[in-house]
């Protein structure tokens, strides 16, 4: 237990994440269950109250964007970076274990405000956030929000960009400077390419929202007119603040997802990644574009032709490098040994699930049809294929890919494949009538809809689907546990693989690397033309290696910030200075202990 | 920030070979200074975004006093002058001549901050509170967030300076006074940003 609290580990911290990571998708599907079965019948449903549905879609998409699929790609960073560069751990350990700590205390935080109704006199248990996932001003002022629940929100998100923040500066300098002799960056697995180009977006996007919050901050809690029309402000101020951060955000969830497809298509079809070297130009241009078309989440409100179109067109123009990655993937494919394993299976499901919802987003690209989709059900359909069919397929496509690296043990590949069908037939069950309901009108988040407006069975449709999806995810989650009562062992390279990650046991020893290997190729347990494999590392190291021991400082130094926030939540100043001193103590501890690498 | 100042200790990390032959801890304080840039340039455009749009006064022209914040100005950019010299002479070895400048950077700082403090109460007195309109708000918000950056660099130097006293500050770690300075010029660049378009652009 205790070496669990102070690990500095890289593997520890990846499973740390993933198991936390993975409870907390739990949480938001299970609202999202709710959601659907109030949904299913039409005039009033199962009887949820607005307020109760409110809270259930805000804290769905903010658990589901912060608390599932950000740390689940955080999961595959911190355990398969450092392995797939050749490296014994990230730059900075402790920062490592800091950015863990502090996203499970700002998740925990989050969801607190369900049970925290009574300590702030409300007449109900539940306070969760209730202004959407982009809490849009003015909705999100004190005059229209005078409870708690914006506050959790806008606070909890500030611990969460500190968590990435701390890792986006980890492992750009672990990706750019501790890469084995001979691994230049065009060597670099492209999973570990999309990591660099993620966490360049992640330390670029999250001071503006972070911007955002603190603005939101001053308007609540001291009164400021930053969003307030009467004192001048402009709500439409943080649409653009929060849409800045917000469209790389996209990206940030996405591009993750990218590499790991990138990395199990060539796995699985013996063949190298067709146009390696474009895939990875194609990432970095969809980050600088990704920057550059905003306000197309913006068009109905109003910013004139000329805006309208410039953003409608840089957003069709990200339509290039995307689709230059499609037929990547696809000539990766083309003419390749296929083994149709779940993990190829759910890799090739991304790639149909994620080219619809590119089209239905070229769709909104256009402003005069997107005014036609703004806040209907289209782009819930939208927002699903690319979140859902795009970085969950995805993710799940590095679940069963790494799962025997991560802990020694293989998946079923029976209860796999029944999984990933259930998964297909149940997300286009739920998310394809969605476009229907939408373009005949039926808004988002709505707690219920007329049966008079026909969209009854589409609902229906959708409702059986997301249960679909529960079921598919419990074979899942049976799956994951199986593998603890009825282990099989994995090989060092079950799959074949061409990376370094493959080169050493599953799971790896704590120093990862016997002797640190010199690469010679982008593939280099393959068969190249030029290059043979990689000769095998040896057994036991050599030589003694040095590793790091564990600190309590990154732990306690998180735990100062959770406290901040409950100050400022009861606006109790002592509280908050409190909080305060266990960070400036936990930073001075951390700074002037000794910690050799 | 805190984690800013974290990594920038983190013991060691540069004592390995690395892929880019720059210091770890120097490679991620330029990525964290990336990141503050985005900071403060959201600040910045929301200050220029909602200039002239304040319903009721004091307005910028009737209370900021360019005389005054040019002396500051000049101040903080002398404390950058100090911080180079502290940095030469910690490389060098000369730790006596080390500790003066640190000691002067931070002395500097504190004149700048003790400035800031004096203009903020002025204003208050004068009627402009944070409250009181969008010059306010954007006012307040945008010179404090420096402020308070200025103050962490503060506390950073004199933790440096205590440390140099005690004797535990010397060539080997000369490169956690380089950070320190790159910290300390971006904080002083920025005020010379927000300078230009705070005060000497009304």
Request: with cysteine; proline share 6%; glycine share 10%.
């Amino acid at each position: 237990m205790k070496t669990w609290l102070t690990t500095t580990d890289h593997k520890r911290i990846g499973l740390l994440y993933f198991w936390t990571a993975f409870g907390f998708f739990l949480i938001g599907g299970l609202e999202a269950l709710i959601i659907r079965a109030q949904l299913a019948r039409p005039d009033g449903g199962l009887g949820v109250s607005a307020e109760t549905f409110n809270q259930l879609f805000t804290m769905h998409g903010t658990t589901m964007v912060f608390l599932a699929l950000m740390p689940l790609s955080a999961a595959f960073f911190n355990f398969m970076i450092p392995l797939q560069i050749g490296a014994r751990d990230v730059a900075f350990p402790r920062l490592n274990a800091f950015s863990y700590w502090v996203f499970l205390l700002g998740g925990l935080f989050l969801n607190a405000s369900f049970i925290a109704g009574p300590l702030f006199g409300a007449d109900r248990l539940s306070v969760a956030p209730d202004a959407g996932w982009f809490g849009y001003e003015n909705l999100t002022s004190r005059q229209f929000s005078p409870g708690p629940n914006v506050d959790f929100w806008l606070l909890g998100l500030q611990i969460l960009g500190i968590a990435s923040l701390a890792a986006g500066f980890n492992f750009i300098v672990t990706i750019l400077n501790m890469r084995a002799p001979g691994m230049r960056m065009l060597r670099l697995p492209p999973f570990t390419w999309m990591t660099l180009i993620t966490q360049f977006l992640v330390i670029t996007a999250f001071p503006v929202i972070t911007v955002a919050l603190v603005l939101l901050m001053f308007d609540r809690f001291f009164g400021t007119h930053f969003f307030v029309p009467q004192g001048g402000g402009d709500p439409i101020l943080w649409q653009h603040l929060f849409w800045m951060f917000g469209h790389p955000e996209v990206y940030i969830l996405i591009l993750p997802a990218m590499g790991i497809v990138s990395e199990v298509l060539p796995t699985f079809s013996k063949k190298p990644l067709f146009g390696y070297t474009v895939v990875v130009y194609s990432g970095v241009v969809i980050a600088f574009l990704g920057w550059s078309v905003w306000s197309h989440h913006m068009f109905s409100s109003g910013l004139g032709p000329i805006a309208d179109s410039v953003f409608a067109g840089t957003t069709m123009l990200i339509a290039i490098p995307t689709g230059v990655k499609i037929f990547n993937w696809i000539g990766t494919l083309w003419g390749g040994q296929i083994r149709f394993t779940t993990s190829l299976l759910f890799a090739v499901g991304f790639i149909a699930m994620f080219i619809i919802g590119g089209l239905s987003g070229v769709s909104h690209a256009s402003a005069p049809s997107d005014l036609q989709q703004t806040d209907t059900y289209y782009v819930v359909a939208h927002i699903h294929y690319v979140l859902f069919g795009g970085t969950i397929l995805g993710l799940f496509a590095g679940m069963y890919y790494w799962w025997p690296k991560m802990t020694g043990r293989l998946l079923s590949e029976s209860l796999g494949k029944v999984h990933f069908w259930l998964t297909m037939i149940g997300m286009n069950l739920a998310f394809f009538p969605m476009h229907f309901s939408g373009l005949l009108g039926m808004p988002r988040r709505i707690y219920t809809y007329s049966s008079e407006l026909g969209v009854t069975g589409f609902n229906q449709a959708s409702t059986i689907g997301a249960f679909l999806i529960g079921l598919a995810t419990l074979v899942f989650v049976w799956n994951l546990l199986r593998t603890r009562w009825q282990p099989i062992s994995a090989p060092h390279n079950p799959w074949g693989g061409a990376t370094l990650e493959w080169a050493i046991p599953s799971p790896p020893p704590v120093y990862n690397f016997t002797v640190i290997p010199t690469v010679e190729s982008r593939m280099p347990l393959w068969q190249t033309e030029r290059h043979a494999p990689m000769r095998p590392l040896p057994e036991r190291p050599p030589a003694p290696i040095h590793v790091p021991g564990g600190s309590w400082w990154p732990l306690i130094t998180a735990t100062g910030l959770p406290v901040m926030a409950i100050g400022a939540l009861s606006h109790v100043i002592p509280v908050v200075l409190a909080g305060a001193a266990v960070v400036i103590v936990g930073i001075y501890r951390w700074a002037y202990e000794p910690f050799e690498m | 920030m805190t984690h800013g100042s974290a990594h920038a200790h983190e013991a060691g990390a540069g004592a390995h070979r690395t892929s880019m032959g720059l210091d770890s801890r120097k490679m991620a304080f330029w990525a964290f200074i990336g990141s503050e840039c985005l900071l403060f340039g959201s600040l910045i455009s929301t200050y220029l975004v909602y200039k002239g749009r304040s319903l009721t006064g004091p307005f910028p022209h009737e209370i900021l006093n360019i005389p005054f914040t040019s002396f500051s100005t000049f101040d903080l950019l002398m404390s950058s002058l100090a911080m180079v010299l502290a940095l030469a002479a910690v490389q060098r070895g000369d730790m006596k001549q080390g500790k003066l400048w640190l000691l002067v950077t931070a002395l500097l700082g504190l004149v700048f901050l003790a400035g800031q403090f004096w203009e903020f109460s002025h204003f208050v007195r004068e009627g402009l509170g944070l409250t009181t309109n969008l010059f306010g708000s954007t006012f307040y918000v945008l010179t404090g967030t420096h402020g308070a950056h200025v103050t962490v660099g503060v506390i950073w130097l004199l933790t440096l300076w205590v440390q140099a006293l005690r004797g535990k500050l010397g060539p080997a770690n000369a490169m956690t006074v380089e950070i320190t300075g790159l910290y300390w010029h971006f904080v002083d660049v920025v005020w010379i940003v927000i300078f230009t378009v705070v005060y000497l652009i009304q």
